[in-house]
């Protein structure tokens, strides 16, 4: 895995201070390799949300990747950014590069997205009636509700009609002279159950079958993300699932059948580092508690808002000990662990977390009027 080492994350904090958020694009690079050599027929669609850096979509674009986009600004943050390509390759660019996988969208922002001829979801029957008054040149893709049962971050409750609704609300969409390209799904981020992938692959083969015997041909389908990051070893590699996603897909669906995917922490997750300095030293009933100037308010709000938790480790050797690390914050939600094992720290000392890249900084606030973090790009 491409890694930094100690020292260059040091030399970077000491030349920009902290707190920092590092950004690794060999890292990117090298996941965004491995998700396609190990899935060879799917085509990933960056899940923009994950970290909407214009650096990160940028690399991944030259990598070859495409875009999945839940909002207008990050559907125009990859647009603008790709569309110069050459005249000879840009026809119909947007579908091959974007997907706006948002199933509910405001009325404004479809009417925004209607001169694109956009690729968007869709799961009920008020979406139909606002996507035929004000995107009617949109494609679609149907997302139907699969489990979501042993991933880290659940969506079922939220989106995705369920299957034995789906042909039904197709005919509603053709009914109202709109196209159903394919289907999609998502068994919810940090999946680490992979018969959640089999049986949404499954239920999505049989709504196909259903759909083509009521006149669908449908070309389209969209494997969702939650693909899991080795935040420890509990974490089965992701060469695991990959076999039975390809077995499966070599099983299911014919090979006209194209097949994407909306990768977001995978590709990103291991690429960025954060470092912070210690700024407050205390013992509180016996243990040693160190405060940091950073919070979950900042970049480790993957700990509140994506059931994260990130270790935090110190630069500096010794013995270690159980210590409690908050955020800079006053905030007493501010709590980013109550158990670390880390050496005899004093102020000014540099503590770091590894994988640290997915759905933290990029929902970062302004709490308490502390900035986030700074950001810097290596080996772009």
């Not at 958020?21 to 949300?49: C, M, S, W």
């Not at 405060?291 to 808002?305: K, L, Q, R």
Request: aromatic share 10%; hydrophobic share 40%.
């Amino acid at each position: 895995m491409a890694r930094l080492t100690a020292k260059q994350l040091q030399d970077l904090a000491w030349e920009h201070g902290t707190p920092l958020v590092v950004v690794n694009h060999d890292a990117i690079r090298e996941n965004y390799a491995t998700f396609k050599r190990l899935l060879p027929r799917v085509q990933g669609y960056y899940a923009v949300k994950a970290n909407p850096a214009p650096e990160i979509v940028r690399t991944l674009f030259k990598a070859g990747a495409s875009f999945d986009v839940a909002s207008l600004s990050e559907f125009m943050l990859v647009y603008d950014l790709i569309r110069h390509r050459p005249a000879r390759v840009r026809q119909d660019f947007v579908w091959d590069k974007i997907v706006y996988a948002n199933p509910v969208k405001a009325k404004e922002t479809l009417e925004s997205l209607d001169k694109y001829k956009p690729l968007v979801t869709f799961d009920n029957g008020t979406e139909v009636v606002k996507i035929r008054e004000f995107a009617p040149r949109a494609g679609l893709l149907l997302r139907i509700r699969v489990p979501n049962t042993g991933s880290m971050v659940e969506l079922s409750s939220k989106f995705g009609c369920d299957p034995g609704e789906a042909v039904s609300l197709m005919e509603e969409a053709r009914a109202a002279g709109l196209e159903v390209e394919g289907l999609s799904f998502h068994v919810g981020s940090q999946c680490t159950n992979f018969e959640n992938y089999v049986q949404a692959l499954n239920m999505s083969a049989a709504v196909m079958r259903e759909a083509a015997s009521r006149g669908f041909d449908l070309r389209v389908l969209d494997i969702g993300g939650g693909f899991p990051v080795r935040y420890n070893r509990h974490v089965p590699p992701f060469s695991l699932l990959a076999r039975r996603i390809n077995a499966e897909i070599d099983r299911l669906f014919p090979g006209d059948v194209e097949i994407i995917a909306e990768p977001g922490r995978f590709f990103v997750a291991t690429a960025i580092t954060s470092i912070a300095t210690v700024i407050g030293k205390a013992v509180r009933d016996g243990k040693t508690c160190y405060y940091i100037d950073d919070s979950v308010y900042h970049t480790y709000s993957g700990i509140i808002f994506d059931h994260c938790p990130y270790r935090i480790h110190a630069f500096k050797k010794g013995p270690a000990e159980v210590s409690a690390v908050f955020g800079r914050t006053c905030d007493g939600l501010d709590t980013i662990s109550q158990a670390e094992m880390l050496p005899d720290l004093q102020l000014d000392d540099l503590v770091y977390s590894l994988d640290i890249g997915a759905y933290s900084n990029a929902s970062a606030t302004w709490f308490n009027g502390f900035p986030p973090a700074k950001v810097v790009h290596v080996n772009e």
